[in-house]
């Protein structure tokens, strides 16, 4: 059994930063991808980036070059590093995590999935509000 907690969400203005964490307690040998997803209410829940036991990662277009996904194997906590945020990614912020991992390859460069369907392990959450 596998524990997900997230932590470091909260309220910023445009613009500004926030950190994310999520601590991962239990069995957790074995995980070989971990995610960061985000839901507004009413709408599906959206894959925001991926990484995989090997470090390679995969983030989904409108977060490139202002979001950083990244963990400490030693303190098992996966970090999601958020800059220049907009009000529109207001959100619920949830850990994901997986012990198969699916890799999706394209012009032979694989990545970890950013699908709902590619995680079995889920934490409870983490508010994000972004004010204009």
């Known amino acids: 059994q596998v524990q997900l907690q997230e932590s470091g969400g909260g309220s910023v203005q445009d613009g500004e930063s926030l950190r994310l964490s999520c601590a991962a307690a239990?069995?957790?040998?074995?995980?070989?991808?971990m995610a960061w997803f985000r839901q507004v209410p009413g709408q599906e829940r959206e894959g925001v980036a991926a990484v995989d036991h090997y470090g390679r990662t995969n983030y989904t277009d409108p977060v490139k070059g202002r979001f950083t996904i990244s963990q400490d194997k030693v303190k098992n906590t996966l970090y999601l590093q958020m800059n220049s945020l907009k009000p529109e990614e207001t959100a619920m912020y949830y850990c994901a995590a997986d012990r198969r991992g699916r890799l999706y390859c394209s012009d032979g460069i694989c990545s970890p999935g950013l699908s709902e369907k590619d995680y079995k392990l889920w934490g409870h959450g983490t508010q994000v509000t972004v004010s204009s």
């Open positions: 239990g069995d957790t040998p074995g995980i070989h991808h």
